[in-house]
C-alpha cells in the first residue's frame, strides 16, 4: 500500500459513517432508475510504421490530453537491472539534440500545460494536459523524443542519486511500502513481477548507460507504443498532422522476450520485516488470474464487497466491530498483462494482537466461501463498479488513461466496453466460488510488519539513560 493510499483510507475514516450510507443509497437509486450515456468512442488508426493512435472527440472544454504509452515496464526487465524501465522514464526528460535538458517542460509550461509520466510493471506512459490550441506542440515534443533521446553519462549519474532519493521516501521510509514490495517479491519466485518497479539499490548501481541505450533502443519504437489524445479535437484534422510527425519514424524491431511462468504455488508462504513504524501491519496475498479470465470480473466484484466503503464486510468487521484494525482493505487489478496478486491489509489497532487481526481477515474470506453475499451487497458492489467507470468517462485524462493501459497489456480498448457487461453477468455463486478457488491457504503468501523503535527514542551506545528523580 502506498502512503498515498494509506492518507486517503485514514481521510475516509475522519467522515461519518451516516453521510457514507446516504451516499451510497442515493448512487443505487441513480444507477438502477437513470441511463448514463456514455461517452464517444475512440477513431482507431494504424499509422504505416505500426504505431496505433486513438483520438476521442470530447468538445465540451477547449482542453486536451496527449499521452504516448509505450508496451515496457518492470515486467520487461532482466534480474539484476530492476528498475531499468524507471529509469530510462526519468531520462526521457534530459533531452535531444533538437530541444536540450529542461527544454521539453519549460515549453509545455510556458504554455499553460503540465507534463508528467509514470511506469509501471506493464508500462510506461508520458503525458502533457493542456489547451486544446496548443496539441500540436506536446505531439511535436514526444515525437521528438521517440527517436532522439540523447543519453548523457553526467545526466544519468546525477538522476540515479535522485531515483535513489525516490527509493529512500517510498520504501525505505515507508515501512508499509516495504511490506508490499516484500509480497510480491515472496510471491513471484520466477516471474518479473518479483521485483519493485523502482528497483533496488544494488540493481541501480549495477546500472550503466549502454543499458538504458540497449532498452530505449529496444523498446522505445512507434510499432510498440500506443498513441492517445483526448479532448477538444477534430479527429480527421488532427490525424494528419500525427502523420505527419510520426510516421517518418522508422519501425523499430519487433521486442521478442520469453516471460517465465511462475510455477503454481503449493503451500502457504510467511515472512516478516522489522522495520521503524508505530504499529503492526498485517498484509495476505493470494495468486490470482487477469482480464484474460472470466473469473476476473468475480474477483473484481468479491474486492468490492469485501473492502469498498465503510460498509463492506472488512471494515464492518475489523473497524467497527472487532476495533482491532485502524484501517483495512483490499488490492486486486485485473488489468495486467499476466496474472498478479489478490491482497488484503490491514493496520493494527494500538494495544489488539496481531494473531487477531489475521484470524478476522480469514474468516470474512472464510464466511464468503462458505456462503454466497446476498444479492443486496451484490447488487451494491456492482454499482460501485458501474459508477466508478461512468464517472471515469467525464475525465479525458482518466479515459486516456484506460485506453492506453488496456492497449499496453494486449487487452486492446475494445475490451473496456465489454467490461460492464462481463461484470454485471456475475452471480452470487460465481463470487463464492472464485473465492473457494483461489483464496486458499496453499495459495496464500502473508507478511506481518513488526515495529521496531525509532532510532531516535533509543539512547546513544555508551549513554547511560537518564532517570527519574
Not at 189 to 211: E, K, N, Q, T
Not at 331 to 339: F, G
Not at 427 to 455: C, F, H, M, W
Amino acid at each position: 500500500m502506498s502512503r498515498v493510499t494509506y492518507l486517503y483510507m485514514t481521510w475516509l475514516m475522519t467522515h461519518r459513517r451516516s453521510t457514507l450510507s446516504l451516499l451510497a443509497t442515493f448512487l443505487t437509486l441513480f444507477l438502477l432508475h437513470t441511463q448514463p450515456s456514455l461517452a464517444v468512442e475512440p477513431q482507431e488508426f494504424v499509422l504505416s510504421n505500426d504505431m496505433k493512435v486513438l483520438l476521442i472527440e470530447v468538445p465540451k472544454a477547449p482542453v486536451v490530453t496527449v499521452q504516448v504509452w509505450y508496451k515496457v515496464g518492470s515486467r520487461n526487465e532482466v534480474m539484476g537491472r530492476a528498475g531499468l524501465s524507471h529509469m530510462l522514464e526519468h531520462m526521457m526528460f534530459k533531452g535531444t539534440a533538437k530541444y536540450p535538458r529542461g527544454e521539453f517542460s519549460r515549453l509545455i509550461r510556458k504554455n499553460g500545460g503540465i507534463d508528467n509520466a509514470f511506469t509501471g510493471q506493464d508500462f510506461t506512459a508520458y503525458f502533457e494536459n493542456l489547451s486544446a490550441d496548443r496539441v500540436e506542440l506536446a505531439l511535436e515534443l514526444e515525437a521528438d523524443r521517440m527517436q532522439g533521446l540523447a543519453l548523457d553519462l553526467k545526466e544519468f549519474q546525477t538522476e540515479r542519486d535522485v531515483v535513489k532519493e525516490e527509493r529512500r521516501l517510498r520504501t525505505e521510509d515507508d515501512p508499509q511500502g516495504a511490506l508490499v514490495e516484500a509480497l510480491f517479491a515472496q510471491t513471484f519466485f520466477s516471474h518479473p513481477y518479483h521485483w519493485p518497479v523502482i528497483g533496488w539499490f544494488s540493481d541501480l548501481d549495477a546500472m550503466s548507460l549502454d543499458d538504458l541505450q540497449r532498452h530505449y533502443d529496444t523498446f522505445y519504437s512507434p510499432n510498440n507504443a500506443t498513441l492517445v489524445v483526448a479532448g477538444d479535437i477534430t479527429a480527421d484534422e488532427l490525424i494528419q498532422t500525427i502523420r505527419n510527425l510520426f510516421e517518418p519514424i522508422p519501425r523499430g524491431p519487433s521486442p521478442k522476450q520469453t516471460i517465465s511462468a511462475e510455477p503454481i504455488q503449493r503451500g502457504e508462504r510467511r515472512f516478516f520485516l522489522k522495520r521503524e513504524a508505530q504499529v503492526p501491519f498485517v498484509i495476505m496475498g493470494f495468486r490470482v488470474p487477469n482480464y484474460s479470465s472470466e473469473d476476473a470480473y468475480a474477483l473484481n466484484v468479491l474486492e468490492s464487497i469485501l473492502s469498498q466503503g465503510k460498509s463492506s464486510r472488512l471494515y464492518q468487521r475489523l473497524v467497527y466491530d472487532q476495533k482491532n484494525s485502524l484501517a483495512v482493505g483490499a488490492d486486486y487489478s485485473l488489468m495486467q498483462t499476466d496474472p498478479g496478486l489478490f491482497y488484503f491489509y490491514a493496520l493494527v489497532n494500538p494495544g489488539s494482537k496481531v494473531e487477531a487481526v489475521e484470524d478476522a481477515l480469514q474468516s470474512e474470506i472464510s464466511r464468503l466461501q462458505a456462503e454466497p453475499p446476498s444479492e443486496l451487497e451484490l447488487q451494491r458492489a456492482k454499482n460501485q463498479l458501474e459508477a466508478s467507470r461512468i464517472f471515469e468517462q467525464d475525465s479525458n485524462f482518466r479515459r486516456a488513461m484506460l485506453l492506453g493501459q488496456s492497449e499496453s497489456i494486449g487487452a486492446g480498448w475494445k475490451w473496456l466496453d465489454e467490461f460492464l457487461d462481463h461484470m454485471k453477468a456475475v452471480t452470487a455463486k460465481d463470487v463464492q466460488r472464485v473465492a473457494k478457488e483461489y483464496l486458499v491457504p496453499d495459495n496464500r503468501t502473508v507478511g506481518i510488519l513488526i515495529p521496531l523503535p525509532s532510532k531516535a527514542q533509543e539512547p546513544s551506545p555508551g549513554v547511560e539513560p537518564q532517570r527519574k528523580s
